[in-house]
């Protein structure tokens, strides 16, 4: 790519020839007339500056202030777990209807790291980089369904979504092929370790789309517990 580039800003230093503006306005025609010495030498050099590098060089800074994982439910666990994810070096969102959790969980992270408490489920999907990884840790039963059905709407195919919660199993397999028929990705995992763990190293027990796992693997096994080497998971 960086080839592409240098040989456009190339192009870019032949002057534009003013005279083949078109009329009354400051649009340019599809080409230029090549290095004259009675051209606009500024014309070009600033477009292809302003859509060939900075345009790209925005994309790219808007992809780095993207997060990494998404968590809705922000209590003991889900609060936890968050700030294991980002003090092993991964950019943590959550998103709680009580704000002051939100509040709870900047206040509380490491020094260093990278964790953001939002007021809606929109901005969390918002800042999230694709394909978006979204765990609820709310309680078993409709909420799950609720907050399902809030935030598909939000999403875009290949995203995934996870209940943290202790959903009961025939719950899960019914979500994975619900969720799979609009195209997203659902998983179910079991935390085990209470708050200490969530926030030290919790044993993980990941079940569901087998697609997803591969995608959330290295965010599960970075913060599980460990034992002779290997991650709890």
């Known amino acids: 790519p960086g080839i592409v580039v240098k040989e456009r800003i190339k192009i870019a230093c032949f002057p534009y020839n003013s ?5 009354g306005t400051s649009a340019l025609q599809d080409s230029w007339s090549g290095p004259h010495l009675d051209g606009d030498p500024g014309v070009l050099p600033a477009l292809y500056i302003k859509y060939l590098i900075l345009g790209p060089f925005k994309k790219l800074m808007k992809k780095n202030n993207l997060f990494d994982f998404g968590m809705i439910g922000l209590g ?10 980002a003090d092993h ?23 260093g790291t990278t964790v953001k408490g939002v007021d809606s489920l ?19 039963g409709k909420p799950v369904d609720d907050v399902i059905g809030s935030l598909l709407p939000l999403l875009q195919p290949g995203d995934i979504i996870i209940d943290g919660g202790n959903s009961h199993y025939t719950d899960t397999l019914r ?3 619900a969720v799979r028929e609009k195209g997203f990705h659902f998983m179910g995992i079991g935390i085990s370790g209470g708050e200490h763990g969530a926030r030290t190293g919790p044993s993980i027990m990941p079940g569901g789309d087998a697609e997803a796992y591969a995608k959330v693997k290295p965010i599960l096994e970075a913060v599980a517990a460990k034992t002779d080497g290997s991650a709890c998971v």
Not at 76 to 85: I, S
Request: hydrophobic share 45%; charged share 25%.
């Open 175 to 177: 979500r994975v092929n």
């Open 122 to 140: 929109e901005t969390l999907v918002q800042q999230l980089q694709v394909p978006r990884k979204i765990m609820m840790l709310v309680p078993a």
């Open 76 to 85: 003991t666990m889900g609060r936890n777990l968050l700030l294991n994810m």
């Open 89 to 111: 070096g991964f950019k943590a969102i959550g998103f709680d209807k009580d704000l002051q959790k939100g509040k709870l969980l900047e206040s509380s992270a490491t020094a």
């Open 19 to 23: 005279k083949r503006r078109l009329p």
